[in-house]
Nanobody, 112 residues
Framework: QVQLVESGGTLVQPGGSLRLSCAASGFTFRDYAMSWHRQAPGKEREWVATIDTTGGYTNYKDSVKGRFIISRDNAKNTVFLQMNSLKPEDTAVYYC?????WGQGTQVTVSS
């Protein structure tokens, strides 16, 4: 049974930082690129960042470049999203994706 379980979302003030985690099971994690996506209220889900199987290649949505860092630990079947200099427009439910599978999401709210 495939599971992707995100954690780490919470309320944070503008300018703050958060680290999201996504723990994977049920598939060969190290064989798949992983990505983070987000969906803000009333908007479509959008791609945020991707990391290849080894972590040697990453790519980011323009609006998060220089602020977010995606990484992975293949020994722990976990992918991370370090989010710095958070802005109110980063408020969304954040989802991880691996292969064809999605997690259930974790809420990030950036507000004073």
């Amino acid at each position: 049974q495939v599971q992707l379980v995100e954690s780490g979302g919470t309320l944070v003030q503008p300018g703050g930082s958060l680290r999201l985690s996504c723990a994977a099971s049920g598939f060969t994690f190290r064989d798949y690129a992983m990505s983070w996506h987000r969906q803000a209220p009333g908007k479509e889900r959008e791609w945020v960042a991707t990391i290849d199987t080894t972590g040697g290649y990453t790519n980011y949505k323009d609006s998060v470049k220089g602020r977010f860092i995606i990484s992975r630990d293949n020994a722990k079947n976990t992918v991370f999203l370090q989010m710095n200099s958070l802005k109110p427009e980063d408020t969304a439910v954040y989802y991880c994706k691996g292969n064809i599978y999605w997690g259930q999401g974790t809420q990030v709210t950036v507000s004073s």
